[in-house]
């Protein structure tokens, strides 16, 4: 994990082990999802009172660091 990413938590017995935002039950990905469906910051935190706009933003930077991997089809170029 990126040691810069400090409020992206993983629990076992919160929301099952999922990317959790600073120990709350509010899954990275619910996050994730209400950004990719248009909603906008100001939005989410009024819907979500116990969210900083620092939690959205590391939400994305999570998913910008998972979506780094790459991928191996098994074919060579």
Same mark, same amino acid.
């Given at each position: ?16 082990? #999922? ?19 248009? #909603? ?9 009172? &116990?969210?900083?706009?620092? &939690?959205?933003? #590391? ?9 780094? &991997? ?8």
């Amino acid at each position: 994990m990126l040691p810069h990413l400090d409020r992206i938590t993983f629990n076992r017995h919160i929301m099952g082990g #999922q990317a959790c935002i600073r120990g709350m039950r509010i899954p990275v990905s619910l996050i994730l999802n209400l950004v990719a469906h248009g #909603q906008q910051t100001p939005d989410i935190l009024a819907e979500y009172p &116990d969210l900083e706009a620092e &939690d959205i933003q #590391q939400a994305l930077e999570y998913a910008a660091w998972l979506t780094r &991997d790459q991928v191996y089809t098994g074919r060579s170029a």
